[in-house]
């Protein structure tokens, strides 16, 4: 089955700097990558996704890029904020047939 | 307001016993799901069920049991044969299968064993 590993575990960065969070996948059949965000307390919701025909996609201050070949995708926040701070899952499935498969998350923490 | 609803939000289990976690959906997904999180651990996928009275086993399914009657209704009990239960349970849907596969969660459900 498919196994998705995430790096970093925790990470600081200063308010305004960039954040790249990695996560790498091993079911080359996986065609479905998305990013999930979850606050203190809160549920994880969505905050951008990527499918394999695409290898980038940007949504203002994040963005995504794939690497099919590599099997690895990043996530990549710009101009972090301090309401940037929770915790990052990437995940992969292959559309619809298989359920998301998450990596083990990534604390970002942003300092004022 | 439509949604994905857990109840409760916390849920104290005394050892040996079963309880019983709700998850109730009104977006018209076919596909449910119940991820367990722990520190440090992810998301991990108890079961799924993509229809109705039809559901599979994830990679951490001993001691758990489902049921899928309801269309809008994936509750999860956390028998007396799970070891250690204490955990944050997270409930998920999607619209279906071979469609954008989105997952949409509840707010959560705190077990704790006492």
């Known amino acids: 089955g498919e196994n998705v590993e995430q790096h970093p575990s925790t990470l600081s960065v200063q308010e305004g700097d960039s954040a790249v969070i990695k996560c790498t996948y091993s079911?080359?059949?996986?065609?479905?990558f998305p990013w999930y965000k979850q606050e203190l307390g809160k549920r994880p919701q969505l905050i951008i996704d990527?499918?394999?025909?695409?290898g980038e996609k940007k949504d203002q201050r994040i963005a995504v890029t794939l690497n099919k070949t590599a099997k690895h995708f990043s996530l990549h926040i710009t101009e972090t904020q301090p309401e940037d701070s929770a915790v990052y899952f990437c995940?992969?499935?292959?559309?619809?047939?298989?359920?998301?498969?998450f990596g083990k998350g990534t604390r970002l923490s942003v300092i004022a | 307001d439509g949604g994905i609803t857990q109840s409760p939000k916390y849920l104290f289990r005394k050892e040996g016993q079963n309880v019983t976690l709700s998850c109730e959906q009104n977006l018209n997904h076919d596909a449910m799901y119940w991820y367990r999180q722990d520190p440090g651990q992810g998301l991990r996928l108890i079961y799924y069920s993509q229809i109705v009275n039809d559901f599979q086993k994830g990679d951490i399914a001993e001691g758990y049991s489902v049921s899928r009657e309801k269309k809008e209704s994936f509750p999860l009990t956390v028998t007396s044969a799970q070891k250690n239960p204490t955990a944050f349970y997270l409930c998920a849907s999607s619209i279906g299968p071979g469609l954008a596969t989105e997952a949409f969660f509840g707010q959560g459900t705190r077990l704790t064993v006492v």
């Open positions: 990527i499918r394999s025909n695409v």
């Open positions: 079911d080359s059949a996986s065609n479905y």
């Open positions: 995940a992969a499935s292959i559309y619809g047939n298989t359920p998301l498969v």
